[in-house]
Protein backbone atom coordinates (compact mmCIF):
# COMPACT_ATOMS: atom_id res chain seq x y z
CA UNK A 1 0.00 0.00 0.00
CA UNK A 2 1.43 3.26 -0.91
CA UNK A 3 2.06 6.61 1.05
CA UNK A 4 -0.85 8.10 0.12
CA UNK A 5 -3.65 5.61 1.02
CA UNK A 6 -1.63 4.54 4.04
CA UNK A 7 -0.73 7.72 6.20
CA UNK A 8 -4.40 8.83 5.55
CA UNK A 9 -5.12 5.12 7.52
CA UNK A 10 -2.83 5.80 10.32
CA UNK A 11 -4.22 9.51 11.16
CA UNK A 12 -7.66 8.01 11.20
CA UNK A 13 -6.72 5.26 13.32
CA UNK A 14 -5.09 7.57 15.84
CA UNK A 15 -8.00 9.76 15.50
CA UNK A 16 -11.16 7.34 15.78
CA UNK A 17 -9.07 6.61 18.94
CA UNK A 18 -9.65 9.60 20.53
CA UNK A 19 -12.65 10.48 19.11
CA UNK A 20 -14.22 7.21 20.83
CA UNK A 21 -12.64 7.75 24.15
CA UNK A 22 -13.80 11.10 24.62
CA UNK A 23 -17.23 9.53 24.75
CA UNK A 24 -16.87 6.30 25.81
CA UNK A 25 -16.67 6.72 29.37
CA UNK A 26 -19.97 8.35 29.20
CA UNK A 27 -21.94 5.34 29.90
CA UNK A 28 -19.37 3.70 32.07
CA UNK A 29 -19.24 6.19 34.84
CA UNK A 30 -21.72 4.28 37.06
CA UNK A 31 -19.21 1.70 37.23
CA UNK A 32 -15.80 3.40 37.71
CA UNK A 33 -17.59 5.61 40.17
CA UNK A 34 -18.64 2.73 42.20
CA UNK A 35 -15.30 1.03 41.83
CA UNK A 36 -12.96 4.14 42.70
CA UNK A 37 -15.30 5.00 45.61
CA UNK A 38 -17.52 8.50 44.83
CA UNK A 39 -20.54 9.47 43.03
CA UNK A 40 -20.75 9.21 39.20
CA UNK A 41 -21.97 13.17 39.70
CA UNK A 42 -18.71 13.92 41.40
CA UNK A 43 -17.12 11.98 38.69
CA UNK A 44 -18.21 14.17 35.59
CA UNK A 45 -15.03 16.32 36.55
CA UNK A 46 -12.99 13.89 34.73
CA UNK A 47 -15.20 14.88 31.46
CA UNK A 48 -14.93 18.63 32.31
CA UNK A 49 -10.97 18.24 32.83
CA UNK A 50 -10.96 16.53 29.43
CA UNK A 51 -12.97 18.92 28.06
CA UNK A 52 -10.68 22.07 29.47
CA UNK A 53 -7.31 20.33 28.36
CA UNK A 54 -8.63 20.09 24.99
CA UNK A 55 -9.55 24.01 24.50
CA UNK A 56 -6.09 24.97 26.71
CA UNK A 57 -3.92 23.28 24.70
CA UNK A 58 -5.24 22.99 20.93
CA UNK A 59 -4.18 26.59 20.56
CA UNK A 60 -0.50 25.68 20.95
CA UNK A 61 -0.26 22.78 18.25
CA UNK A 62 0.53 24.67 15.59
CA UNK A 63 3.60 26.02 16.87
CA UNK A 64 4.46 22.96 18.18
CA UNK A 65 4.58 20.87 15.16
CA UNK A 66 6.78 23.95 13.07
CA UNK A 67 8.95 23.86 15.90
CA UNK A 68 9.53 20.17 16.22
CA UNK A 69 8.29 18.70 12.96
CA UNK A 70 4.50 17.36 12.69
CA UNK A 71 5.78 13.56 12.62
CA UNK A 72 7.40 13.73 15.96
CA UNK A 73 4.40 15.56 17.34
CA UNK A 74 2.05 13.64 15.98
CA UNK A 75 3.83 10.19 17.80
CA UNK A 76 4.25 11.94 20.90
CA UNK A 77 0.57 12.95 20.84
CA UNK A 78 -0.26 9.40 21.12
CA UNK A 79 2.14 8.28 23.57
CA UNK A 80 0.70 10.92 25.76
CA UNK A 81 -2.66 9.94 25.31
CA UNK A 82 -1.72 6.28 25.63
CA UNK A 83 -0.03 7.58 29.29
CA UNK A 84 -3.42 9.10 30.21
CA UNK A 85 -5.38 6.01 29.04
CA UNK A 86 -2.99 3.73 31.59
CA UNK A 87 -3.43 6.40 34.54
CA UNK A 88 -7.13 6.25 34.02
CA UNK A 89 -6.93 2.46 34.19
CA UNK A 90 -4.77 2.25 37.18
CA UNK A 91 -6.43 5.23 39.05
CA UNK A 92 -7.67 4.39 42.65
CA UNK A 93 -9.38 7.87 43.55
CA UNK A 94 -11.15 11.00 42.08
CA UNK A 95 -7.70 13.06 41.84
CA UNK A 96 -5.98 10.09 40.03
CA UNK A 97 -8.71 9.84 37.56
CA UNK A 98 -9.22 13.26 37.11
CA UNK A 99 -5.12 14.28 36.10
CA UNK A 100 -4.98 11.00 34.01
CA UNK A 101 -7.73 12.33 31.74
CA UNK A 102 -6.36 15.66 31.30
CA UNK A 103 -3.39 13.91 30.04
CA UNK A 104 -5.68 12.42 27.44
CA UNK A 105 -6.86 15.62 26.77
CA UNK A 106 -3.51 17.38 26.01
CA UNK A 107 -2.83 13.91 23.95
CA UNK A 108 -5.89 14.62 22.43
CA UNK A 109 -5.36 18.27 21.97
CA UNK A 110 -2.07 17.84 19.66
CA UNK A 111 -3.51 14.63 17.97
CA UNK A 112 -6.20 16.13 16.25
CA UNK A 113 -4.92 19.04 14.71
CA UNK A 114 -1.19 17.89 14.14
CA UNK A 115 -2.57 14.50 12.48
CA UNK A 116 -4.34 16.95 10.05
CA UNK A 117 -1.02 18.86 9.22
CA UNK A 118 0.81 15.62 8.37
CA UNK A 119 -1.61 14.88 5.90
CA UNK A 120 -1.28 18.19 4.31
CA UNK A 121 2.25 17.97 4.24
CA UNK A 122 1.89 14.31 3.23
CA UNK A 123 -0.61 14.39 0.21
CA UNK A 124 -1.08 15.03 -3.07
CA UNK A 125 -3.71 17.84 -3.65
CA UNK A 126 -5.05 15.75 -6.12
CA UNK A 127 -5.54 12.84 -3.38
CA UNK A 128 -6.90 14.98 -0.63
CA UNK A 129 -10.50 14.33 -0.96
CA UNK A 130 -10.08 11.05 -0.54
CA UNK A 131 -7.41 11.55 2.73
CA UNK A 132 -10.12 13.75 4.43
CA UNK A 133 -12.58 11.22 3.60
CA UNK A 134 -10.70 8.67 6.03
CA UNK A 135 -10.19 11.85 8.62
CA UNK A 136 -13.83 12.42 8.31
CA UNK A 137 -14.90 9.02 9.61
CA UNK A 138 -13.53 9.00 12.95
CA UNK A 139 -15.30 12.19 14.14
CA UNK A 140 -18.55 10.88 13.24
CA UNK A 141 -18.66 7.17 14.23
CA UNK A 142 -16.29 7.30 17.14
CA UNK A 143 -18.99 9.49 19.07
CA UNK A 144 -21.89 7.32 18.04
CA UNK A 145 -20.26 4.16 18.95
CA UNK A 146 -18.38 4.97 21.65
CA UNK A 147 -21.60 5.13 24.40
CA UNK A 148 -22.53 1.15 23.25
CA UNK A 149 -19.04 0.01 23.20
CA UNK A 150 -18.28 1.46 26.55
CA UNK A 151 -21.59 -0.20 28.13
CA UNK A 152 -20.45 -3.41 26.86
CA UNK A 153 -17.18 -3.32 27.54
CA UNK A 154 -18.41 -2.70 31.35
CA UNK A 155 -20.89 -5.15 31.42
CA UNK A 156 -19.41 -8.23 30.13
CA UNK A 157 -15.65 -7.21 31.13
CA UNK A 158 -14.27 -4.40 32.96
CA UNK A 159 -14.41 -0.79 32.80
CA UNK A 160 -10.15 -0.77 32.47
CA UNK A 161 -10.30 -2.54 29.59
CA UNK A 162 -12.19 0.79 28.01
CA UNK A 163 -8.83 2.51 28.41
CA UNK A 164 -6.31 -0.42 28.39
CA UNK A 165 -7.36 -1.49 24.52
CA UNK A 166 -5.87 2.18 23.71
CA UNK A 167 -2.36 0.89 24.25
CA UNK A 168 -2.33 -1.66 21.43
CA UNK A 169 -3.56 0.89 19.18
CA UNK A 170 -1.15 3.47 20.01
CA UNK A 171 1.57 1.61 19.82
CA UNK A 172 1.00 0.33 16.53
CA UNK A 173 0.24 3.96 15.49
CA UNK A 174 3.09 5.41 16.73
CA UNK A 175 5.30 2.29 14.93
CA UNK A 176 3.43 2.98 12.07
CA UNK A 177 3.89 7.11 12.06
CA UNK A 178 7.56 6.76 12.47
CA UNK A 179 7.90 4.05 9.41
CA UNK A 180 6.27 5.73 7.00
CA UNK A 181 5.56 9.50 7.84
CA UNK A 182 8.33 12.07 6.60
CA UNK A 183 10.04 13.85 8.87
CA UNK A 184 9.18 17.31 7.26
CA UNK A 185 9.84 20.22 9.29
CA UNK A 186 9.14 24.19 8.58
CA UNK A 187 11.64 27.00 7.72
CA UNK A 188 9.97 29.58 9.50
CA UNK A 189 11.02 29.53 13.24
CA UNK A 190 8.44 31.73 15.00
CA UNK A 191 8.46 32.80 18.46
CA UNK A 192 5.68 31.17 20.33
CA UNK A 193 3.12 33.72 21.65
CA UNK A 194 2.66 32.65 25.33
CA UNK A 195 0.44 35.54 25.95
CA UNK A 196 -2.44 34.59 22.70
CA UNK A 197 -1.96 31.32 24.12
CA UNK A 198 -3.26 32.36 27.71
CA UNK A 199 -5.74 34.32 26.51
CA UNK A 200 -7.13 31.94 24.05
CA UNK A 201 -6.91 29.18 26.12
CA UNK A 202 -8.89 31.08 28.61
CA UNK A 203 -11.29 31.68 26.36
CA UNK A 204 -11.82 28.49 24.75
CA UNK A 205 -11.89 27.01 27.91
CA UNK A 206 -14.86 29.38 29.18
CA UNK A 207 -16.78 29.12 26.08
CA UNK A 208 -16.75 25.63 25.44
CA UNK A 209 -16.71 24.49 28.89
CA UNK A 210 -19.80 26.81 29.52
CA UNK A 211 -21.25 25.85 26.66
CA UNK A 212 -21.21 21.93 27.50
CA UNK A 213 -22.98 22.20 30.82
CA UNK A 214 -25.47 24.61 29.72
CA UNK A 215 -28.67 23.13 30.19
CA UNK A 216 -27.62 19.96 31.67
CA UNK A 217 -28.52 20.95 35.66
CA UNK A 218 -24.47 19.99 36.52
CA UNK A 219 -24.23 23.66 37.27
CA UNK A 220 -25.98 26.95 38.76
CA UNK A 221 -26.86 29.52 35.88
CA UNK A 222 -24.65 31.81 37.15
CA UNK A 223 -21.81 29.70 37.05
CA UNK A 224 -22.31 28.89 33.60
CA UNK A 225 -23.20 32.62 32.64
CA UNK A 226 -20.16 34.05 34.34
CA UNK A 227 -17.66 30.86 32.62
CA UNK A 228 -19.36 32.19 29.04
CA UNK A 229 -18.55 35.45 29.93
CA UNK A 230 -14.99 35.26 31.01
CA UNK A 231 -14.52 33.27 28.29
CA UNK A 232 -15.74 35.43 25.96
CA UNK A 233 -14.03 38.32 27.21
CA UNK A 234 -10.65 36.65 26.89
CA UNK A 235 -11.41 36.06 23.11
CA UNK A 236 -12.04 39.06 22.25
CA UNK A 237 -9.20 40.63 24.29
CA UNK A 238 -7.43 37.72 21.72
CA UNK A 239 -8.67 39.01 19.11
CA UNK A 240 -7.56 42.60 19.87
CA UNK A 241 -3.66 40.91 20.52
CA UNK A 242 -4.21 39.12 17.85
CA UNK A 243 -4.32 42.06 15.35
CA UNK A 244 -0.91 43.40 17.14
CA UNK A 245 1.24 40.49 16.88
CA UNK A 246 3.26 38.76 13.93
CA UNK A 247 2.76 35.19 15.01
CA UNK A 248 -0.85 34.90 16.54
CA UNK A 249 -1.79 31.17 17.95
CA UNK A 250 -4.91 31.53 16.11
CA UNK A 251 -4.82 33.44 12.99
CA UNK A 252 -8.15 34.94 12.17
CA UNK A 253 -6.64 37.06 9.26
CA UNK A 254 -7.39 33.34 7.22
CA UNK A 255 -10.44 34.04 7.08
CA UNK A 256 -9.80 36.74 4.36
CA UNK A 257 -9.85 33.50 2.38
CA UNK A 258 -13.15 32.62 0.65
CA UNK A 259 -12.99 29.07 1.34
CA UNK A 260 -11.68 29.28 4.48
CA UNK A 261 -13.91 31.32 6.11
CA UNK A 262 -16.78 29.33 4.21
CA UNK A 263 -15.67 26.22 5.83
CA UNK A 264 -15.30 28.25 9.21
CA UNK A 265 -18.62 30.02 9.87
CA UNK A 266 -20.44 27.55 7.46
CA UNK A 267 -18.85 24.60 8.99
CA UNK A 268 -19.57 25.62 12.73
CA UNK A 269 -23.37 26.26 11.70
CA UNK A 270 -23.79 22.77 10.35
CA UNK A 271 -21.71 21.19 13.01
CA UNK A 272 -24.15 22.09 15.54
CA UNK A 273 -26.67 19.80 14.54
CA UNK A 274 -24.16 16.82 14.19
CA UNK A 275 -22.95 18.36 17.73
CA UNK A 276 -26.31 17.84 19.11
CA UNK A 277 -26.99 14.40 17.24
CA UNK A 278 -25.26 12.47 19.61
CA UNK A 279 -26.75 13.64 23.01
CA UNK A 280 -30.41 14.25 21.80
CA UNK A 281 -30.95 10.63 19.67
CA UNK A 282 -29.47 8.31 22.45
CA UNK A 283 -31.71 10.24 25.12
CA UNK A 284 -34.59 9.58 22.73
CA UNK A 285 -33.94 6.46 22.66
CA UNK A 286 -33.84 5.01 26.08
CA UNK A 287 -35.68 8.04 28.10
CA UNK A 288 -38.32 8.38 25.40
CA UNK A 289 -38.67 4.52 23.92
CA UNK A 290 -37.50 2.80 27.25
CA UNK A 291 -34.78 0.96 25.13
CA UNK A 292 -31.35 -0.81 26.93
CA UNK A 293 -28.12 1.29 26.17
CA UNK A 294 -27.47 -1.72 23.93
CA UNK A 295 -30.16 -1.76 21.69
CA UNK A 296 -30.20 1.99 21.46
CA UNK A 297 -26.44 2.33 20.61
CA UNK A 298 -27.10 -0.69 17.62
CA UNK A 299 -30.00 1.78 16.52
CA UNK A 300 -27.35 4.62 16.52
CA UNK A 301 -24.78 3.00 15.17
CA UNK A 302 -26.36 3.25 11.67
CA UNK A 303 -25.50 6.68 11.06
CA UNK A 304 -21.91 5.14 11.51
CA UNK A 305 -22.63 3.24 9.07
CA UNK A 306 -23.75 5.99 6.37
CA UNK A 307 -20.76 7.70 7.00
CA UNK A 308 -18.35 4.23 6.49
CA UNK A 309 -20.21 4.17 3.15
CA UNK A 310 -19.40 7.61 2.18
CA UNK A 311 -15.88 7.19 2.26
CA UNK A 312 -15.61 5.05 -1.38
CA UNK A 313 -17.66 7.96 -3.05
CA UNK A 314 -16.30 11.39 -1.46
CA UNK A 315 -14.01 12.14 -4.27
CA UNK A 316 -16.76 11.11 -7.18
CA UNK A 317 -19.46 13.39 -5.80
CA UNK A 318 -17.29 16.17 -5.40
CA UNK A 319 -15.82 16.15 -8.48
CA UNK A 320 -18.81 15.49 -10.44
CA UNK A 321 -20.44 18.55 -8.93
CA UNK A 322 -18.08 20.95 -7.11
CA UNK A 323 -17.57 22.09 -3.75
CA UNK A 324 -19.77 25.13 -3.76
CA UNK A 325 -22.81 23.28 -5.43
CA UNK A 326 -22.35 19.94 -3.57
CA UNK A 327 -21.74 21.95 -0.06
CA UNK A 328 -24.69 23.95 -0.69
CA UNK A 329 -27.77 21.63 -1.78
CA UNK A 330 -25.86 19.05 0.23
CA UNK A 331 -26.34 21.24 3.80
CA UNK A 332 -30.02 21.20 2.99
CA UNK A 333 -30.50 17.70 2.62
CA UNK A 334 -28.65 16.46 5.47
CA UNK A 335 -30.47 19.05 7.42
CA UNK A 336 -33.93 17.51 6.41
CA UNK A 337 -32.82 13.82 7.22
CA UNK A 338 -31.62 15.95 10.59
CA UNK A 339 -35.33 17.13 10.93
CA UNK A 340 -36.51 13.15 10.57
CA UNK A 341 -35.80 12.91 13.67
CA UNK A 342 -38.45 15.14 15.35
CA UNK A 343 -40.74 12.70 13.49
CA UNK A 344 -39.58 9.54 15.49
CA UNK A 345 -42.16 7.95 17.92
CA UNK A 346 -42.75 5.15 20.01
CA UNK A 347 -44.60 3.13 17.26
CA UNK A 348 -41.97 4.09 14.49
CA UNK A 349 -40.75 0.74 13.41
CA UNK A 350 -36.60 0.39 14.44
CA UNK A 351 -35.84 -0.76 11.13
CA UNK A 352 -37.29 2.64 9.36
CA UNK A 353 -35.02 4.54 11.31
CA UNK A 354 -32.01 2.67 11.06
CA UNK A 355 -32.75 3.45 7.74
CA UNK A 356 -33.27 7.05 7.47
CA UNK A 357 -30.13 7.19 9.80
CA UNK A 358 -27.99 5.55 7.80
CA UNK A 359 -29.01 7.73 4.67
CA UNK A 360 -28.64 10.97 6.54
CA UNK A 361 -25.47 9.59 8.04
CA UNK A 362 -24.37 9.17 4.79
CA UNK A 363 -24.95 12.93 3.73
CA UNK A 364 -23.30 14.66 6.89
CA UNK A 365 -20.11 12.48 6.57
CA UNK A 366 -20.06 13.82 2.81
CA UNK A 367 -20.57 17.37 3.99
CA UNK A 368 -17.67 16.76 6.26
CA UNK A 369 -15.78 15.61 4.26
CA UNK A 370 -16.05 18.69 1.70
CA UNK A 371 -15.73 21.56 4.92
CA UNK A 372 -12.75 19.95 5.69
CA UNK A 373 -11.45 20.06 2.57
CA UNK A 374 -12.05 22.82 0.79
CA UNK A 375 -10.59 24.58 3.97
CA UNK A 376 -7.41 24.61 2.83
CA UNK A 377 -7.76 24.89 -0.52
CA UNK A 378 -6.29 28.55 -0.68
CA UNK A 379 -4.13 28.30 2.48
CA UNK A 380 -0.15 28.78 1.72
CA UNK A 381 1.95 26.22 2.76
CA UNK A 382 3.35 28.42 5.29
CA UNK A 383 0.13 28.64 7.17
CA UNK A 384 -0.75 25.21 7.27
CA UNK A 385 -0.43 24.69 10.70
CA UNK A 386 -2.07 27.84 11.69
CA UNK A 387 -4.61 26.75 9.34
CA UNK A 388 -5.30 23.35 11.33
CA UNK A 389 -5.22 25.02 14.37
CA UNK A 390 -8.17 27.27 13.85
CA UNK A 391 -10.27 24.49 12.01
CA UNK A 392 -10.04 21.82 15.28
CA UNK A 393 -10.76 25.08 17.87
CA UNK A 394 -13.82 25.71 15.80
CA UNK A 395 -15.53 22.08 15.84
CA UNK A 396 -14.83 21.65 19.34
CA UNK A 397 -16.79 24.74 19.60
CA UNK A 398 -19.41 23.99 17.57
CA UNK A 399 -19.95 20.31 18.84
CA UNK A 400 -20.16 22.15 22.33
CA UNK A 401 -22.45 24.84 20.98
CA UNK A 402 -24.65 21.68 19.10
CA UNK A 403 -25.11 19.84 22.43
CA UNK A 404 -25.74 23.49 24.58
CA UNK A 405 -28.41 24.12 21.96
CA UNK A 406 -29.82 20.85 21.92
CA UNK A 407 -29.88 20.49 25.73
CA UNK A 408 -32.22 24.43 26.23
CA UNK A 409 -34.28 23.14 23.96
CA UNK A 410 -35.51 20.52 25.61
CA UNK A 411 -35.57 22.33 29.32
CA UNK A 412 -36.80 25.12 27.42
CA UNK A 413 -39.91 22.45 25.97
CA UNK A 414 -40.39 20.83 29.63
CA UNK A 415 -40.73 24.36 31.18
CA UNK A 416 -43.24 25.60 28.44
CA UNK A 417 -44.93 22.41 29.08
CA UNK A 418 -45.03 22.65 32.92
CA UNK A 419 -43.96 19.07 33.07
CA UNK A 420 -40.82 17.75 35.08
CA UNK A 421 -40.70 14.12 33.16
CA UNK A 422 -38.86 14.04 30.26
CA UNK A 423 -40.71 12.05 27.53
CA UNK A 424 -40.36 11.61 24.00
CA UNK A 425 -42.43 14.34 22.53
CA UNK A 426 -39.90 16.92 24.18
CA UNK A 427 -36.99 16.33 21.64
CA UNK A 428 -38.66 16.93 18.32
CA UNK A 429 -38.07 20.71 18.94
CA UNK A 430 -34.69 20.43 19.24
CA UNK A 431 -34.23 18.13 16.46
CA UNK A 432 -36.10 21.01 14.35
CA UNK A 433 -34.29 23.74 15.77
CA UNK A 434 -30.87 22.41 15.30
CA UNK A 435 -31.74 21.09 11.94
CA UNK A 436 -32.60 25.03 10.91
CA UNK A 437 -29.60 25.92 12.54
CA UNK A 438 -27.83 23.78 10.05
CA UNK A 439 -29.47 24.34 7.04
CA UNK A 440 -28.33 27.88 7.26
CA UNK A 441 -25.17 27.25 6.51
CA UNK A 442 -26.29 26.68 2.54
CA UNK A 443 -26.62 30.44 2.12
CA UNK A 444 -22.41 30.67 3.31
CA UNK A 445 -21.47 27.91 0.79
CA UNK A 446 -23.38 29.64 -2.52
CA UNK A 447 -21.66 32.24 -1.04
CA UNK A 448 -17.88 31.06 -2.32
CA UNK A 449 -16.52 31.21 -5.82
CA UNK A 450 -18.33 29.07 -8.56
CA UNK A 451 -14.48 27.34 -8.70
CA UNK A 452 -13.81 27.31 -5.11
CA UNK A 453 -11.35 24.52 -4.85
CA UNK A 454 -11.23 23.15 -7.67
CA UNK A 455 -7.17 22.21 -7.57
CA UNK A 456 -8.35 19.88 -5.13
CA UNK A 457 -11.57 18.10 -6.73
CA UNK A 458 -10.39 18.01 -10.23
CA UNK A 459 -13.97 19.12 -11.27
CA UNK A 460 -14.21 20.91 -14.90
CA UNK A 461 -11.19 22.57 -14.45
CA UNK A 462 -10.55 23.08 -18.11
CA UNK A 463 -13.97 24.11 -18.63
CA UNK A 464 -14.01 26.87 -15.56
CA UNK A 465 -10.98 28.15 -17.13
CA UNK A 466 -12.23 28.41 -20.51
CA UNK A 467 -15.92 29.54 -19.32
CA UNK A 468 -13.36 32.89 -17.36
CA UNK A 469 -12.25 33.40 -20.69
CA UNK A 470 -15.08 33.08 -22.71
CA UNK A 471 -15.99 35.83 -20.38
CA UNK A 472 -13.30 38.08 -21.14
CA UNK A 473 -13.54 37.90 -24.35
CA UNK A 474 -16.96 38.95 -24.20
CA UNK A 475 -15.86 41.81 -22.03
CA UNK A 476 -13.02 42.48 -24.09
CA UNK A 477 -15.38 42.45 -27.23
CA UNK A 478 -18.28 44.70 -25.67
CA UNK A 479 -15.39 47.12 -24.81
CA UNK A 480 -14.12 46.93 -28.27
CA UNK A 481 -17.32 47.67 -29.56
CA UNK A 482 -18.22 50.64 -27.39
CA UNK A 483 -15.11 51.85 -28.80
CA UNK A 484 -16.06 51.65 -32.41
CA UNK A 485 -18.99 52.93 -31.67
CA UNK A 486 -17.24 55.94 -30.61
CA UNK A 487 -14.85 56.26 -32.98
CA UNK A 488 -18.22 56.26 -35.54
CA UNK A 489 -19.73 58.81 -33.81
CA UNK A 490 -16.78 60.85 -33.87
CA UNK A 491 -15.67 60.68 -37.43
Not at 53 to 66: E, N
Not at 179 to 208: H, N, T, W
Not at 224 to 236: D, H, N, Q, R
Not at 359 to 384: C, K
Request: glycine share 8%; aromatic share 8%.
Amino acid sequence: MNKQRLIPLIVATALFMENMDSTVISTSLPAIAGDIGTSPLTLKLAITSYLLSLAVFIPASGWTADRFGPRLVFSSAIAVFMAGSIGCALSGSVTDFVIARTLQGIGGAMMTPVGRLVLLRSIDKSALVNAMAWVTVPALVGPVIGPPVGGFITTYFSWHWIFLINIPIGLLGIFMALRFIDPIKSDSREPFDLYGMVLAGLGLAGIAFGLSVAGLNLLPWSVVASLVAIGAISMTLYVIHARRTASPVLDFALLRLPTMRASIVGGFLFRVGVGALPFLLPLLMQVGFGLSPFRSGLVTFASAVGAMGMKTLAARIIRAFGFRNLMTVNAVIGSVFLAACALFTATTPLLLIAIILVVGGFFRSLEFTAINTVAYAEVDPPQMSRATTLVSVNQQLAISAGVAIGALCVESTLLMRHVQELTADAFAPAFLLVSVISMMSAFLFWRMPDDAGHEISGRKAVEISSRKGAAKEAVKAASQGTQDARDQKLG
